[in-house]
């Protein structure tokens, strides 16, 4: 009988040796040159079975003893995974290869737009539904050592210390395997390694005690057929709906924990192991169940009754005085629970830290906080932190529940809480549909249903008081945790599974329905479905130039096709090449991300240019589907803003002319108040003196001849007066036809001046300069001098000089010929300067024998002619400039 | 009955403010014949200087003066202190309905539009002047 010290010893080597094993794989693969069998499918496949826990390694004999052969569905369940479904999992890896996820955690928060938030879900789902598993672990090594300590009388065994010191020693070798070092990949060669060796010994550890039962105890497999059908096994009955739900529940499980996710995906160096693990792995489990009934059924006729089946496979050996055996198979049963414990720990503290504490800490520290070695530490802290709470939790779980429950049943919890990770998975691999909010809506609902039909009633203690259980919530009898809506008789398992996973997936696909993913969301879960349509080796960026290429397709889609060339032809001739592509360097890609997340925001530009630059894992077809997709909604929201900008340039617009309009309508007042003004003004006078003429008898010969001449002079300067109303009406509504022909200005201005002069009495001394005047012009010639007579015709009005004079200048300058008048007067006043070419405008009125029309026309008349007429203010009299275009330029 | 008609013809001396020269000989061609003496003042700025100067028994006043318009000038004239009752006409070009409201609310006498009927003007003369010796 091998004492407990013994046993202790014994375990203590035994994790030695895994240690050294461990540290051996690890240093080999850092160094690069690991042997052949070590990359090979076969440990892989091994690393699998950290399925086969504590539970399946004592477990299993239990629940045959209880249930028959209901226990083959644990096994059933990841072998019809492994055979049916690898291609799936062949996705997930490929997936989670391409997407260097580091848990199933990473997978769904990466496949739904990388929401922290859902990360978060999906690690507190995980721990709290693996925490039953591990105190299942912690159970069973304690009740194996317990077996051990029975029979050694000089140890009395408290079983509460033992399994503290369990779950503390479990938690030591958990934080020295998991967190010795940090891998960018999460990859753990050395646990691995340790992982098969330790599943090499639990197989040889059950064939050896089923080998022992069978042709030991027994006479060889016929006799022990018979023996099995003699033991209640026989009386056996199949349940289909709870086959067939726990055939569901652990090939849910064996995709969904978060332990078999790391073996099998994170863990995961070559994809085609896959394709070995799909026929080896379910032999594995087919060897592993292959002693299952025999030892059930031995042990039930063996050993006295009401001994603990779990334990069948310690208690034989132990009873037929086979100490060896019995060792090998505690042995058997500790690999079972360290490996699982080891994995899961390290699989549930990468999610912990990953998803709730490095959030957590690096908002804490600002953003300035980026000292890696700093980060490093933080991050092994929180992992080690993680695992001794998981550790906790797992002990406490197993004080408040664990110890009266059988290992299967605990198994089965925790299994149905984890399968609820499941629709959103697989939705998320499958269906590009799925949203973030969906999945948020399908894990929490199955969440919920499972901790109220599952866990709480479980747990029991006062958790969930009996009234709950037996009138449901609230006193509604529909909300009973075993009977939700009235369904009564199911199996509760059943009952828990169905109500959990149907709403869980009904949640999640309405949701999914109802809610429009991101664009983040989008490219992910087009990366995801899609995953092997781009992501194949062979079918990778051929050079650099071709991913120059590819960039640049994009840019054009996101940046239009005139900027994005614009764009890499300076970003290229930033780097020295004319012509052709710039070479995709790190400065390059950083411009071009910043120049693409001003159209798609950050995230998207880089996930894009990441996609492209970084390797293989999208498509370009899939990137230009979203790029499109961004063209449009770009281009829609460009023509929104268009169409508003135009819409507000329009009301501008009718302001504007609006107020113009009012404008005009004033100014139309305005002129019709000064026309009626300047047309009353003369008739005034005609009429006072034909009156006059009329009604005065005898009034003297001198009288009368004065009163008739001033109403012939006021009937002439009337219809002066309405010739440049009409004139101007014609030049201001561009209705005159211009007769353009070629003259000399000397001809034109002497023409003026004569007129000029003839129309009135006044002296005025005109000072030609004729060597500036030999100019040829193409105008319309007689408008021209209408305006020259007019500017002489003014001098000899207003120029207030004692011998008024006024000088003809001409010159060319800047392809403009200029012809100047200047008078000896005092000039206009500065402040009426402008003022005199508005009509109705005179400076002194008195003098005035017009109607103060006559610059106004002046300046139409130049208008129209291609030129203008201005004062010129810096000369001391009254000076104006006629500018006009020369020649070649006005023959058209 | 000779000093009566003359103590009435003393009482006729009228000031006109006007700048259109053929309009002032008009006027006084016909107020002299009623035995008016009429003084013609063509710019609008100094039109109450000369008007406080003649001290006349009517005021003939054009709207559009330059300078200052009519408007400004019988608003000035009628805060000046004897010179509220003074008869004043108003002649002008611009026959607006607003312009007669305005020209009436600053004090005008009376408001007639150009071109006026001779005999209008001689019966609003006597008129205004008439009230002003029965006041």
């Known amino acids: 009988m091998a004492s407990l010290n013994v046993l202790v010893a014994v375990c203590l080597v035994y994790v030695a040796l895994l240690f050294i094993v461990a540290f051996a794989a690890d240093r080999k693969a850092s160094r690069g040159h690991r042997s052949a069998w070590l990359r090979s499918p076969l440990i892989y496949t091994l690393s699998l079975s950290i399925y086969c826990t504590a539970w399946t390694f004592y477990g299993a004999v239990g629940y045959a003893a209880r249930s028959g052969l209901e226990f083959i569905t644990i096994y059933l369940g990841p072998t019809l995974v492994m055979i049916g479904w690898w291609w799936g999992l062949r996705k997930l890896v490929r997936i989670g290869r391409s997407q260097r996820v580091t848990s199933i955690a990473d997978l769904i928060s990466a496949r739904y737009g990388k929401s922290n938030t859902l990360a978060i879900c999906v690690t507190i789902l995980a721990v709290i539904g693996v925490t039953p598993y591990i105190a299942l672990q912690l159970q069973s090594i304690t009740l194996s050592f317990a077996t051990f300590a029975e029979a050694d009388p000089a140890r009395q065994l408290y079983e509460t210390t033992t399994v503290f010191w369990v779950a503390a020693g479990l938690a030591v070798f958990a934080i020295l395997f998991g967190t010795r070092n940090l891998n960018a990949n999460e990859r753990h060669h050395g646990v691995v390694t340790a992982v098969a060796l330790e599943a090499v010994v639990k197989l040889v550890a059950l064939l050896a005690v089923g080998i022992f039962v069978v042709w030991g105890l027994s006479d060889g497999i016929g006799e022990t057929m018979a023996r099995v059908d003699a033991s209640q096994i026989g009386q056996w009955q199949m349940q289909g709906d709870r086959w067939a739900t726990i055939t569901f529940l652990s090939a849910a499980a064996f995709v969904c924990l978060p332990r078999m996710f790391q073996v099998m995906v994170v863990e995961n160096e070559d994809e085609r192991h896959l394709r070995v693990a799909a026929w080896a792995f379910p032999l594995y489990l087919l060897l592993m169940s292959l002693f299952v009934v025999p030892i059930a059924a031995i042990g039930l006729e063996l050993l006295p009754v009401g001994a603990n089946p779990d334990l069948f496979v310690l208690t034989i050996p132990l009873s037929q005085g086979r100490d060896g055996l019995a060792m090998l198979s505690f042995l058997g049963g500790f690999s079972s629970a360290t490996s699982m414990v080891i994995v899961a720990a390290m699989a549930l503290s990468t999610m912990v830290s990953n998803h709730i504490v490095m959030p957590i800490w690096l908002r804490m520290q600002g953003h300035g906080a980026s000292v890696s070695g700093d980060v490093r530490n933080v991050v092994l802290l929180a992992r080690r932190v993680s695992i001794a709470v998981i550790m906790a939790l797992g002990y406490f779980y197993y004080r408040l529940a664990g110890q009266d429950a059988a290992l299967a049943s605990i198994g089965l919890i925790s299994f149905a809480g984890i399968a609820q990770i499941l629709p959103a998975l697989v939705g998320g691999l499958f269906w590009r549909g799925a949203t973030r909010t969906g999945a948020l809506a399908g894990l929490s609902l199955g969440f919920l249903i499972w901790l109220y039909t599952m866990l709480l009633p479980a747990l029991g203690g006062g958790l969930l008081p009996d009234a709950v259980l037996t009138d449901g919530l609230f006193g509604f009898s529909w909300l009973r945790p075993q009977a939700l809506f009235g369904i009564e008789g199911l199996d509760p398992i059943v009952h828990a599974v169905m109500w959990s996973m149907a709403l869980n997936a009904a949640a999640f696909c309405t949701v999914s329905l109802a809610t429009f993913p991101n664009p983040l969301e989008r490219l992910q879960g087009a990366q995801f479905v899609n995953v092997f349509d781009h992501s194949a080796g062979p079918r990778g960026w051929t050079g650099l130039v071709a991913q120059s290429e590819d960039l640049m397709v994009m840019s054009q889609r996101i940046l239009g096709a005139g900027e994005a060339q614009d764009f890499f032809q300076s970003e290229a001739i930033r780097q020295g090449s004319h012509g052709g592509l710039p070479e995709p360097t790190p400065a390059f890609l950083e411009r071009l991300e910043r120049e693409l997340s001003g159209s798609v925001g950050a995230a998207a530009a880089h996930a894009m240019v990441g996609q492209i630059a970084g390797g293989s894992s999208v498509s370009v077809e899939d990137l230009l589907a979203v790029a499109d997709e961004t063209a449009q909604m770009l281009e829609y929201s460009g023509q929104l803003e268009v169409q508003s900008k135009e819409l507000s340039r329009t009301a501008k617009k009718l302001r504007e002319t609006n107020e113009k309009l009012t404008q005009i309508s004033q100014q139309k007042d305005a002129f019709l108040s000064q026309v009626s003004h300047e047309l009353r003004t003369p008739m005034t006078s005609i009429r006072a003196f034909s009156e006059i003429l009329r009604d005065t008898e005898g009034g003297s010969e001198e009288d009368t001849v004065r009163h008739a001449s001033i109403i012939h002079d006021e009937a002439l300067r009337l219809t002066r007066l309405l010739n440049d109303l009409l004139d101007l009406s014609v030049l201001e509504s561009g209705q005159v036809s211009l007769n353009m022909t070629v003259g000399s200005l000397g001809e034109v201005l002497d023409h003026a001046v004569s007129t000029a002069l003839a129309g009135s009495d006044k002296p005025l001394n005109v000072i030609r300069h004729p060597s500036t005047e030999v100019v040829r012009i193409s105008s319309d010639l007689d408008r021209l001098s209408q305006v020259f007579i007019n500017l002489i015709a003014n001098a000899q009005k207003y120029c207030d000089a004692e011998n008024p004079e006024i000088s003809i200048v001409a010159s060319t300058r800047y392809g403009r010929l200029r012809i100047d008048f200047l008078d000896n007067g005092s000039g206009i006043p500065r402040a009426s300067q402008q003022l005199i070419f508005e009509k109705f405008s005179r400076v002194s009125p008195e003098k005035a024998g017009g109607a103060g029309l006559g610059l106004a026309i002046c300046r139409e008349i130049m208008l129209r002619l291609g030129g203008d007429v201005r004062y010129l203010s810096g000369h001391p009299g009254g000076a104006f400039r006629v500018s006009l275009p020369l020649a070649p330029d006005l023959v058209t | ?135």
Do not use: C, Y
């Open chain 2, 1 to 135: 009955m000779a000093l009566r008609e003359e103590f009435l013809h003393m009482g006729r001396h009228v000031v006109l403010i006007e700048d259109e020269p053929n309009i002032i000989e008009a006027i006084r061609f016909l107020l002299t014949r009623e035995g008016w003496t009429v003084e013609a003042h063509s710019d609008g700025q100094d039109a109450i200087a000369v008007i406080k100067a003649a001290k006349p028994d009517l005021v003939i006043l054009d709207l559009m003066l330059p300078g200052k318009s009519g408007m400004e000038i019988i608003k000035d004239l009628r805060e000046q202190e004897k010179m509220t009752q003074l008869p004043v006409l108003m002649l002008t070009a611009r026959g607006q309905a607003r312009d007669r409201e305005m020209a009436e609310k600053a004090g005008v006498s009376r408001f007639m539009t150009k071109p006026f009927s001779n005999t209008e003007v001689l019966a609003a003369v006597r008129d205004l002047h008439a009230q002003a010796n029965q006041a």
